[in-house]
Nanobody, 125 residues
C-alpha cells in the first residue's frame, strides 16, 4: 500500500492550499482516510477524517470551518482544502488510510495502518 501526498507549499496568512493524497495497493473506496499534521517540536495531531462512503466526516476544532476533507473514489484520492490559513497551521501534513474495511476513521492515529510521506505547509504572517 502506498500513499502519495502532494500540494503543500509556502503561502501567506489568509491564502488557500489543496492537499491531495493518492492511494495505491488497496481498494480505496472501502477505507476511511485521515489527515494529520506535525509541527516542529510538537506531537502529531489529528486534522480531519472521512469514512469510506464519504458520508461521515470529522474535523479537529481548530480547523472546523476553514478546512474541508473530501474524497474521489474513482481517482483513489483524498483531498484537504485549506482556506484562511494561519501561521499556526505550519506543519508537515500526513495522509493515512484506516486498517479496517468500511471503518469510520476518526481521530485516533492507531486506527490507521499506512501513512504517506508528508507534505510541508508553511504559512507566513
Amino acid at each position: 500500500v502506498q500513499l502519495q501526498a502532494s500540494g503543500g507549499g509556502s503561502v501567506q496568512a489568509g491564502d488557500s492550499l489543496r492537499l491531495s493524497c493518492e492511494v495505491s495497493g488497496r481498494t480505496f473506496s472501502l477505507y476511511a482516510m485521515g489527515w494529520f499534521r506535525q509541527a516542529p517540536g510538537k506531537e502529531r495531531e489529528f486534522v480531519a477524517a472521512i469514512n469510506w462512503s464519504g458520508k461521515t466526516i470529522y474535523y479537529a476544532d481548530f480547523v472546523r470551518g476553514r478546512f474541508t476533507i473530501s474524497r474521489d473514489n474513482a481517482k483513489s484520492t483524498v483531498y484537504l482544502q485549506m482556506n484562511s490559513l494561519k501561521p499556526e497551521d505550519t506543519a508537515v501534513y500526513y495522509c493515512a488510510i484506516e486498517g479496517s474495511v468500511r471503518g469510520r476513521g476518526g481521530s485516533q492515529s492507531t486506527n490507521y495502518d499506512y501513512w504517506g510521506q508528508g507534505t510541508q505547509v508553511t504559512v507566513s504572517s
